[in-house]
């Protein structure tokens, strides 16, 4: 394998002497042996010092396909662990210096002792640059020859102990004359290969040192890698100086060979050009005659389609001028091709191309109903959008005659929604009902993972393979200007180098700026005000303020145990019936099993799990009949223990059986999932008055629970426990789901009730669930999500709620009636009427006789 010294590591050197503001000559006259900042600010010392301090052991960095000479500054690029290992414990050492020696076979990732060559290069590292790869750049200066004597270490890199083995300088006439020679002929290479900077050969023609002449030279000449270890093994100056001026003829000949072949080359292509003239002529004479050319006929088409488009005008000029520029080019042109697809693009866009809306309210209504149930917010503000427009068409004329005109704010033709809820309550298929009830197109973009701006903006078209951004290929694909545009997930947009894909949103999702959309790609506005933007999301916190402010945002809670009945009835249980290939009348379900299905399978605001589970029913019953064993099922209880197997949720027994002992309570949280029960759990054993905290709690949790504690202890007396239970005493506060981070003050209260009940000894009641922020004072504060958390006490078959006071007005507003009915809610303003209500009565300490 050859050792090219003319191409990256010549090119990276001279770069490296330009921005250091050094010549050539201090390159390589070997005056930059202490010239460098980057690591250490080392004193001067001259070769000969440098030579003497080389210590007996070094430790040895592997070469593939390079070797490195004596009085040579050389870029080395180091990427094996080991070897970054090596440079890094070198830097840390007072000389930096390091052995290398060139591995024998190149294509030797990992070279061992036995694989090198024994006569190497002592170095000394003079810049080093870390790449954002891992990669590590390092600049080596040569100062001497060595031979390894044998190696010392091979773990965690090679070490060796060494011999110095410098070349004796010689001076006679002969060698003057080899000196000369060699020279003038790196003179006439370099004349011979234009690359090669005149500063460099003007370096090498003021050297003296017949050595440095060699090893300079040799370090820029291309060598096969065992002549350039040859030379570096020869230990006579004139041996190394004939073999050098051997090599140098033998490049020297190559090279004008080449140049030969490179004049040929050139009368070829002299040949090729003037083909190409002559062709053109006859295009030319083609074109007098009449005779139609495809070209010709591709112009004349764009040229249709663009006034037919019904472009604006800025768009329809940027067209024509773009057309104009591809009738002037040959179809071999290289920006031929671009300006074609640039306008292949334009004119397939639905510029005017829009779907007349059905302003029937009556028949959204329906079809609204029909595809999901409740969801009334939703429904609601989608007739309002459809009255409003079928309102303003009919008064058009009235408008015009009024002449109102509004110079700051024009009149919004499109709507832009947020749905922000819990997975599986149906934020994703109500976009397509949506589309449907108005006779709209429907588009669906994941968000999820998008972390470059191009995606939406599209790339520039200096860029090979250029495409507008996803915006505008999904209005190609439909057609339609007005469609119902579904941007899902879009909480769940990242950032990186590339961009900020929400920064790109803002324009579209703005209805005050989205008329004039501009990708990067077309270059020209394009009207996004006619689309109807929906977005959805789990949690609204990760979408940046900017960007929420421009939607409508519209919550979407979870689903009742009833409204989950209503649904699978109504909706779940046919898809899957006709998914799986089943009749109606083969298989049915009685209201007890979907009841155990919802409640002891499944835990979820939505529903997308409990169709799972009919779905796998269904599965059940389809083998059944497949293999002629029954011909329908009925699907009750028993059913359901046999095919789903055990149940995964146990409902109010989990709260009775967790609660039992004291020290234990139930809180309520919200995820981004919808609402959890949450145990909190406190023990105490001797120790020094320790407060331990588990189970992955963020900062303000933690915060809470030394809050609860503080006024435990403060109110002990008053609270009717004894006031030294802390001395003496570790407590540990545990919140169980530990892999899970938790985080937010509203299990205050829950804290508080858990120590009141581990020190009194006082259970808490089993069927009681609650929530609250604590001050030290003993105030109960508001939080938030208590809709999510209501039906999270629901599912999990609370029959208590304890709540602030001042969440009165959430729970009328929000909560169903059938969640009202069935669970006591009980509020409260102080941590007392908590514990009034949450914990069993003291137990008498009168004992009953036994009986005789």
Not at 212 to 221: E, L, P
Not at 265 to 276: F, G, L, N
Not at 293 to 317: L, S
Request: net charge negative; proline share 5%; glycine share 6%.
């Amino acid at each position: 394998m050859p050792v090219s010294r003319w191409s990256t590591e010549l090119l990276e050197l001279l770069e490296w002497a330009s921005r250091e503001d050094l010549s050539l000559d201090d390159i390589f006259l070997g005056s930059v042996i202490s010239n460098f900042d980057d690591i250490d600010d080392k004193e001067e010392v001259n070769q000969a010092e440098l030579i003497g301090r080389i210590p007996s052991e070094l430790p040895i960095l592997p070469l593939r396909g390079l070797v490195v000479y004596p009085e040579t500054a050389v870029p080395l690029s180091i990427g094996q662990p080991r070897s970054i290992r090596l440079v890094d414990d070198v830097l840390s050492a007072d000389d930096r210096l390091i052995g290398l020696v060139t591995s024998k076979d190149p294509q030797n990732e990992l070279p061992g002792p036995d694989d090198l060559y024994q006569v190497g290069t002592v170095a000394s590292v003079h810049r080093l640059f870390r790449a954002p790869d891992g990669t590590i750049r390092l600049l080596v200066q040569g100062i001497t020859r060595f031979q390894v004597q044998k190696f010392v270490q091979e773990e965690p890199y090679l070490k060796a102990k060494i011999k110095l083995s410098p070349v004796k300088v010689e001076r006679n006439l002969e060698i003057d004359a080899l000196t000369r020679q060699a020279r003038d002929q790196f003179s006439e290479i370099t004349n011979l290969v234009p690359s090669v900077p005149r500063e460099l050969v003007d370096a090498v023609m003021t050297l003296d040192d017949p050595l440095q002449v060699v090893y300079t030279v040799a370090n820029f000449q291309r060598l096969e890698l065992a002549e350039a270890q040859e030379l570096l093994e020869l230990d006579s100056v004139s041996d190394k100086l004939r073999k050098l001026v051997n090599f140098l003829t033998r490049e020297l000949e190559m090279l004008e060979i080449g140049q030969r072949i490179q004049k040929q080359a050139r009368s070829e292509i002299e040949k090729v050009q003037r083909d190409y003239f002559l062709r053109e002529q006859i295009k030319a004479i083609r074109s007098e005659l009449g005779e139609d050319e495809d070209q010709a006929a591709e112009i004349d088409e764009f040229r249709r389609q663009i006034d037919e488009a019904g472009m604006p005008e800025e768009a329809d000029k940027q067209a024509k001028r773009e057309l104009d520029r591809l009738s002037h080019l040959p179809s071999a042109a290289a920006e031929y091709g671009v300006i074609r697809t640039y306008l292949d693009w334009m004119v397939s866009l639905p510029w005017a191309d829009m779907t007349e809306d059905n302003l029937d309210i009556s028949r959204a209504r329906q079809i609204l109903d029909e595809d999901h149930y409740g969801l009334e917010d939703v429904k609601e503000r989608i007739l309002e959008f459809l009255a409003v427009r079928k309102l303003r068409k009919e008064r058009e004329k009235e408008f015009e005659e009024d002449n109102y005109q509004d110079d700051i704010r024009r009149i919004r033709e499109g709507v832009i929604l947020c749905f922000v809820g819990p997975p599986g309550v149906g934020k994703t298929s109500l976009g397509r009902s949506i589309a449907r009830s108005l006779d709209r197109e429907f588009i669906h973009i994941s968000l999820g993972g998008v972390r470059d701006e191009a995606e939406i903006r599209g790339h520039r078209r200096t860029y090979i393979g250029a495409l507008p951004g996803r915006i505008l290929q999904a209005l190609r694909r439909v057609g339609k200007n007005n469609p119902v545009f579904m941007l899902d997930e879009i909480d769940k947009l990242g950032q990186d180098y590339r961009g900020d894909p929400t920064s790109a949103l803002l324009e579209v999702l703005d209805p005050e700026q989205n008329n004039e959309f501009r990708d990067h790609y077309l270059e020209v506005a394009y009207d996004l005000s006619k689309v109807m933007f929906i977005t959805t999301a789990n949690l609204l916190e990760p979408i940046p303020s900017p960007l929420r402010d421009r939607m409508e945002i519209i919550k979407l809670s979870g689903y009742t145990d009833n409204e989950k009945k209503a649904i699978a009835k109504g909706y779940l249980i046919p898809r899957q019936i006709r998914e799986n290939g089943l009749r109606s009348k083969e298989i049915s379900f009685s209201n007890p099993a979907l009841q155990l299905i919802i409640r002891s399978y499944t835990r979820e605001s939505g529903v997308r799990n409990l169709e799972r589970e009919i779905g796998t029913l269904c599965r059940k019953v389809v083998t059944l009949i497949a293999e002629e064993k029954v011909t329908a099922v009925k699907v009750g209880v028993k059913e359901v223990a046999e095919y789903l197997g055990r149940p995964r949720y146990y409902g109010d027994e989990e709260l009775a059986n967790r609660t039992s002992v004291p020290g234990v309570a139930t809180g309520l949280a919200w995820t981004s999932t919808g609402g959890e029960i949450l145990f909190v759990e406190a023990t105490s054993m001797l120790g020094k008055n320790h407060f331990q905290l588990t189970g992955s709690l963020g900062e303000v949790m933690k915060e809470s629970a030394q809050a609860a504690l503080s006024y435990v202890r403060s109110k002990a007396d008053k609270l009717g426990l004894d006031v030294d239970f802390y001395n003496n005493q570790d407590i540990h506060l545990h919140v169980p789901a530990g892999a899970q981070p938790k985080d937010g003050p509203s299990a205050g209260v829950t804290m508080a009730t858990a120590l009141v009940s581990l020190i009194s000894g006082r259970p808490v009641k089993g069927n009681i669930s609650m929530t609250g922020e604590i001050t030290l004072r003993g105030q109960v504060l508001p939080v938030g999500g208590i809709k999510e958390k209501v039906l999270a006490a629901y599912r999990a078959g609370s029959t208590t709620v304890i709540l602030p006071k001042k969440n009165q007005a959430d729970l009328e507003e929000d909560i169903p009636q059938e969640v009202r009915d069935k669970i006591n809610f009980i509020f409260v303003e102080d941590i007392e009427e908590v514990l009034e209500a949450a914990l069993t009565k003291k137990k008498s300490a009168t004992r009953k006789k036994k009986a005789s």
